[in-house]
T-cell receptor, first 115, second 111 residues
Framework: GAGVSQSPSNKVTEKGKDVELRCDPI?????LYWYRQSLGQGLEFLIY????????KSGLPSDRFSAERTGGSVSTLTIQRTQQEDSAVYLC?????????????FGPGTRLTVL | RKEVEQDPGPFNVPEGATVAFNCTYS??????FFWYRQDCRKEPKLLMS???SGNEDGRFTAQLNRASQYISLLIRDSKLSDSATYLC????????????FGTGTRLKVLA
């Protein structure tokens, strides 16, 4: 079956512009995560959605970052007024089942470059 | 102190060698533990979960030490294809869907 997909795969933008990154999770997965990975660094948690519960936004680095998940499926991560330090690979993952005990399936990521 | 810490490496080992990585975590309430593998410029993929009693999957063995708050990964008979970054992942509390990733340990298996 289809895995997690993300679009675009690459995005180059100018400083100050807004960008939207999209994630299509595996069908039926109730949990969806966004992470950021800078060059040579580990994954930095940004936000997660679980079912109809309020999302955990504790990892969002600033109010320029926001995310939504429509209909319990597709999610969009929006970065407003992008800065050069926002350049990174943005990874989306989904999982199903009991809290914290299930495998996360990752998408291929969106590589964001802010000039 | 970081919530999850790993030695970044790289660990350079010859084919056939045994290599072990440790990962320490700061939250004693942490419930679930995992090792993920990430190849260069690819997404992470689950290698194995870590169970309280320890578990083995072929050449890979994972251990959990709750008293000292660390998990370990042992790779026996290393293959060239084992070259990758190994990420330690911790679920910090019961009932949460949040995961904390370590920065990873890079392994290079040399011919």
């Amino acid at each position: 079956g289809a895995g997690v997909s993300q679009s675009p795969s690459n995005k180059v933008t100018e400083k100050g512009k807004d960008v939207e990154l999209r994630c299509d999770p595996i069908s039926g997965h109730t949990a969806l995560y966004w992470y950021r990975q800078s060059l040579g660094q580990g994954l930095e948690f940004l936000i997660y959605f679980q079912g109809n519960s309020a999302p955990d936004k504790s990892g969002l680095p600033s109010d320029r970052f926001s995310a939504e998940r429509t209909g319990g499926s597709v999610s969009t991560l929006t970065i407003q007024r992008t800065q050069q330090e926002d350049s990174a690979v943005y990874l989306c993952a989904s999982s199903n089942g009991l809290a914290g005990v299930r495998e996360q399936f990752f998408g291929p990521g969106t590589r964001l470059t802010v000039l | 102190r970081k919530e999850v810490e790993q030695d970044p490496g790289p660990f350079n080992v010859p084919e056939g060698a045994t290599v072990a990585f440790n990962c320490t975590y700061s939250n004693s309430a942490s419930q679930s533990f995992f090792w993920y593998r990430q190849d260069c410029r690819k997404e992470p993929k689950l290698l194995m979960s870590v169970y309280s009693s320890g578990n083995e999957d072929g050449r890979f063995t994972a251990q959990l030490n709750r008293a000292s708050q660390y998990i370990s990964l042992l790779i026996r008979d290393s293959k060239l294809s084992d070259s990758a970054t190994y990420l330690c992942v911790v679920n910090p509390a019961s009932g949460t869907y949040k995961y904390i990733f370590g920065t990873g340990t890079r392994l290079k298996v040399l011919a």
